[in-house]
């Protein structure tokens, strides 16, 4: 099957609802040419075995730094971290770097997730009412990680905004200037840590520049991938979440009725919603045989989870939400060698949080009608700009 010669845009009406076209091209079969922002054009691979044989394959490589040099780009800040990179030096990278997220379990934040979730749905509770993005999904994720990594407090803030401005990419000024700015903010912050080092992820990463395990842009790059990396797509795990249940009520029902179900509930609010909509992308070193069509040697390829995870090939009734649906080894984290990293600690929020809304607050209702709700600018993440509730 031959890929159309003009590549179609992934514009915003993809965005707002990517599900029928998926379904299509799904059933096609077909790895469409898409144009994503920047004028990239990359193949989009939507089968749930299609997208498993591209993340795992080795014929994929992952460092597209040297394709988008060939295309005269220079993506080169912040870049050189292990999503960036192919084996060995990946797995070398990641090594490194696991314990500045993940030091022993996840499970050892238990208690700070719970206390920040604990503050933050009681001033939902007082008010009645909340933005369920602001209130919530945004400073949980944002708030943690921060506080993983060593980032003071009162640089939250700061850090935040940068990193919103650099999902919702609303031109390459605006993300030149956002990396920029956290480019020199990061950089700053990890000349202290190597003065003074703590008890923190940040301190830790420092520590692999002194010992040369790093050199201080694999480290400044490391630094950023896991701030921006573990908030900004666990946000969207809880905004996702929390409309499919607000607009499946039997669902949410269940999950009251029934906390067993915690656990398989947020698998399943990870498959139907998936927070990030498409892998990072890929390019091809040698060509790529799908299981209709193939990918030519030399070609960027896009892996829309979204899509892999809607594939009515793998799972029963793709569409509809079942929080008791056990067989749900879905890929909204990825596979193969960049499997992501903080899996564990995004369950952990997810846990959670579900749990809280279910049991805390019994009245949670929708305030606005879900048709008028408006889904993030990007085609990385699948995010809410907002979600009004009351309870
Ligand atoms: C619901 C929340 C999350 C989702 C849906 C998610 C999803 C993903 C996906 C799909 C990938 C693979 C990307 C690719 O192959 O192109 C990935 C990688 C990664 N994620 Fe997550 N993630 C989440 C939370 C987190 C958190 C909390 C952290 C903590 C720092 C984190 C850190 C990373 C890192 C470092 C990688 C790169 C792994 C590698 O290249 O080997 N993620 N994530």
Redesign the pocket.
């Known amino acids: 099957m031959r890929a159309p010669e003009h590549p179609t845009l992934l514009g915003d009406s993809y965005i707002q609802d990517p599900y029928p076209q998926l379904a299509a091209w799904r059933g096609s079969g077909e790895v469409p040419l898409v144009r994503l922002q920047y004028g990239i054009s990359a193949r989009l691979v939507s089968r749930f075995d299609d997208a498993q044989l591209v ?1 795992d394959s080795p014929a994929v490589s ?1 460092d597209v730094r040297r394709a988008l040099r060939l295309l005269g780009r220079d993506d080169d800040v912040l870049s050189e ?3 960036n ?1 192919d084996p060995p030096e ?1 797995g070398r ?2 090594r490194l ?1 696991a314990p500045a ?1 993940v030091r022993g379990r996840a499970a050892a934040w238990t208690p700070v997730v719970e206390r920040i979730v604990t503050g933050l749905v009681d001033r939902i509770a007082e008010r009645g009412g909340a933005d369920l993005v602001a209130d919530l999904a945004i400073p949980l ?1 944002i708030l ?2 921060c506080r ?1 990594l060593g980032v003071p407090r009162s640089d939250v803030e700061l850090v935040l905004g940068l990193s919103r401005e650099l999902v919702e990419q609303s031109g390459p000024e605006q993300v030149a200037r956002a990396t920029g700015a956290l480019n020199a903010y990061l950089s700053e912050l990890l000349v202290a840590k190597a003065r003074r080092p703590g008890d923190d992820g940040l301190s830790l990463l420092a520590g692999h520049s002194a010992a040369g395990r790093m050199t201080a842009t694999q480290v400044l790059s490391t630094a950023f ?3 921006f ?3 900004e ?2 946000t ?2 809880i905004g996702n979440g929390a409309l499919a249940l607000l607009t499946h009520a039997e669902q949410f029902h269940r999950l009251r009725a029934d906390p067993a179900l915690l656990v398989h509930a947020v698998e399943e609010l ?1 498959r139907y919603d ?3 909509s498409h ?4 390019y091809t070193t040698a060509e790529v045989r799908l299981s209709a069509d193939r990918v030519p040697r030399g070609r960027f390829v896009l ?1 829309s ?1 979204a899509g892999a995870n809607r594939d009515e090939r793998r799972f029963p009734d793709p569409d509809r939400l079942d929080i008791g649906r056990v067989h749900h080894r879905h ?13 564990p ?3 952990l ?2 846990h959670v949080v579900f749990r809280a809304l279910a049991h805390r607050l019994p009245r949670l209702s929708l305030a606005v009608d879900p048709a008028t709700l408006v889904r993030r600018n990007s085609t990385l993440v699948r995010g809410l700009t907002s979600l009004p509730v009351t309870c």
């Open positions: 993340l992952k971290h292990m999503l990179a990946h990278l990641r770097a997220v994720p943690l990680i993983i991938l896991l701030l990396a573990g908030h797509t666990t969207n795990l990870l998936s927070p990030v892998a990072t992308i890929r892996v989870l890929l909204a984290f990825g596979d193969g060698p960049h499997t992501c990293l903080g899996a600690l995004a369950r929020q997810g």
